[in-house]
């Protein structure tokens, strides 16, 4: 078992309709991005996991329902799990419904290796509009962002920016918040602004194309940590960099 927090990754899709294969997408691509990898399991009505030998047939036929549920590698010293849930029309960006599909993963050297490919894969595989990759820790920092305060408005910790919350975003293309690793469509890429050749350097030499022609777009070279000032400025700079992340721009 790793020392470390897992590993997170959410990923923003449009919503599964009749019979739909990105379930299947992307699970095999998660498997075939860590070799060995096999998530044949499932939890039980009775919270207990049962083995899944007709796998893909039962993920198949769950998502004519609209259901994305969790699969998981049954290993307690290595846990992997990925699932996915609609989110209504009236909690989507644009008013438009969407799947949000969750993964998480140990953070070990296996995982920061191959991290970029994790998140490319879950991403492509579900057609993502965009997605984010982060370890647990800082996880709780960036949500802080986004959740209310019995005051009102959200009232982030380190100097992070608040964001508005999903349903007040304008279209599903644009992120509601960054990461350690972010992956945008092209679509999404387009709708923030990026790359700028000019402005974006810096980002573009920890960056790469996909082959959907998306972007997957790492701040920082070890796993973003906020207790690092250099991470932290990393993160900022990045919101300072797009404002359209998180419905910051002006209408």
Known sequence: MTSRSPLIINVYAPALVGNDNRTLAAVHRLERALPGLRLEWRVTERRRLAALPQRDAWLAEEATR???PMVCNNDERYP???SGMQRSAYEGAGGLPQLQVHAKLPLDAAV????ADVLEAVAEGAHAFWGQATPDGASGDIAEQIAPTLEGPPSPPRGLPALKLFEHIRSPEIPYYLGWLNYWSAAAAQAIGFPDPARDSELLSRARRTA??????QLTDAPLDLDNPAHLDALLRAYERFPEIGGRAAP
Not at 112 to 115: Q, S, Y
Not at 212 to 217: K, L, Q, T
Request: hydrophobic share 70%; aromatic share 12%; glycine share 18%.
């Open 80 to 82: 992997v799990m990925i």
């Open 112 to 115: 920061i290796a191959a991290v």
């Open 212 to 217: 959907s022609g998306g972007w997957v777009v």
């Open 66 to 68: 609209g259901e994305f």
